[in-house]
């Protein structure tokens, strides 16, 4: 009886190994969060400016650091008492291009005292984001302001209390100090120390930050156009209508800056190695088939749009598989270029001089600290 239960249990074992092992797998996917809690005060413009242009060189150096990590980042804006808000929270996405255009409407306004509700961010960042469970990933929080916490709220979790709390969940918690009021450096470095992150002091402005131009952001743009033009938007009317609206975020961008459309396709190019997305975030039937995320007969009729809707089940599956091959050579075409501007960039950044400013310090401490 003890040998048959013995080889009744091993036939199992193996029975469930490809189970198993799959399921390792996916556990073992590292996650990195990025959560920013950016005072938007008046006295702060020069340094959300920077921000707005320089997010997608950020979100790329999380990418550059673990190509195949679940990358998410949210922001919490806060003011203080008696402005328009005290905080303003875009919970931790995938969708960088959601998170990009919340980062656009943010204006620098308000802040009649000098300390801030910093206190109320804090506890929002570390208690109410829906940080991932567990010990596999990465979580790292950038206070980034000019001003101390309001210490004298009553009702506020005062800043201790939350970076014990930040410390029991794995979140750092780094404190970038815009201008130099020495008040201000005193908590900041206190936050920085209880919270296992870097103290980092900056110009007022966020200092000197550098747009690089290169040869390759044409084209690159161009690619990445026509890539767009592979997405299905698919699911509820309101979801195809934000993701149609995303592909068309390029073309404003590039208008702006094509510096920083070039940026934003390089980083949606190397998360497309994992994620087959054009535009981040859900609603691409594409992207959702090529990664296996869905199948295209399982989608009903009417979250389809109308093109497909008034195809037959083999011509929507053949129109699928041809957006699907087109977009992969497109992305293989845009790979080789995005190489070609990462040296490029790499290359004038060595010779331009050292400065610091919000996006180096950020993408320098981002990179020590996922590799750590």
């Known amino acids: 009886m003890r040998s048959r239960i013995t080889l009744r249990s091993f036939v ?7 189970l198993t092992a799959g399921l390792s797998s996916a556990i073992a996917k590292p996650v990195v969060e990025v959560a920013f809690v950016l005072d938007t ?6 340094l959300i400016e920077g921000a707005k242009r320089k997010i997608w060189s950020i979100a790329t150096a999380i990418v550059d650091s673990n ?13 203080d008492i008696g402005d328009e808000y005290v905080t303003r929270k875009v919970e931790l996405t ?22 801030e ?29 000019d001003a101390p ?8 979790t005062k800043y201790p209390v939350t970076l014990a709390v930040a410390k029991q969940k794995d979140i750092i918690v780094n404190a970038v100090l815009a201008g130099n009021a020495e008040d201000t450096a005193l908590v900041w470095r206190d936050i920085a120390q209880h919270g296992n992150g870097e103290f980092i002091a900056i110009p007022q402005d966020g200092g000197q ?66 994620t087959s997305e054009a535009v981040t975030g859900d609603g691409d039937l594409v992207a959702d088939v090529a990664a296996g995320r869905n199948e295209i007969a399982k989608v009903r009729d009417e979250d389809l749009p109308d093109n497909l809707r008034a195809m037959k089940p083999e011509a929507r599956s053949a129109e699928i598989d041809k957006q699907i091959t087109q977009r992969k050579a497109l992305n293989e075409k845009l790979a080789a270029l995005v190489a070609k501007r990462d040296k490029y960039v790499a290359e004038h950044r060595k010779s331009a001089p050292k400065a610091s400013s919000f ?3 950020v993408e320098d401490t981002l990179k020590a600290q996922i590799k750590r």
Do not use: C
Not at 12 to 18: D, R, T
Not at 233 to 260: C, D, F, I, M, N
């Open 12 to 18: 199992f074992a193996l029975a469930i190994l490809p």
């Open 67 to 79: 190509p195949d990590a679940d990358i998410r980042m949210g922001l919490i804006a806060y003011r």
């Open 209 to 274: 930050i550098v747009t690089i131009e290169t040869p390759y952001d044409e084209d690159i743009i161009i690619l990445q156009r026509e890539i767009n033009g592979t997405v299905i938007p698919y699911g509820p009317r309101a979801l195809q209508k934000r993701t149609e609206s995303k592909t068309q975020q390029l073309a404003s961008v590039a208008a702006a800056s094509p510096s920083r459309a070039s940026e934003m396709a390089s980083f949606i190019n190397k998360r497309a190695k994992v």
């Open 41 to 46: 005060t008046g006295s702060m413009g020069g």
């Open 359 to 361: 996006d180096r310090v």
């Open 117 to 145: 509700s910093v206190n109320e961010a804090l506890d929002v960042a570390v208690n109410k984001m829906q940080w991932t469970q567990g010990r596999d990933g990465t979580r790292i929080v950038f206070l980034v302001g």
């Open 94 to 115: 995938r969708d960088i291009q959601d998170l990009y255009a919340n980062l656009l409407e943010l204006k620098a306004r308000g802040g009649g005292d000098w300390p």
């Open 149 to 156: 916490p309001h210490m004298d709220y009553a009702q506020d």
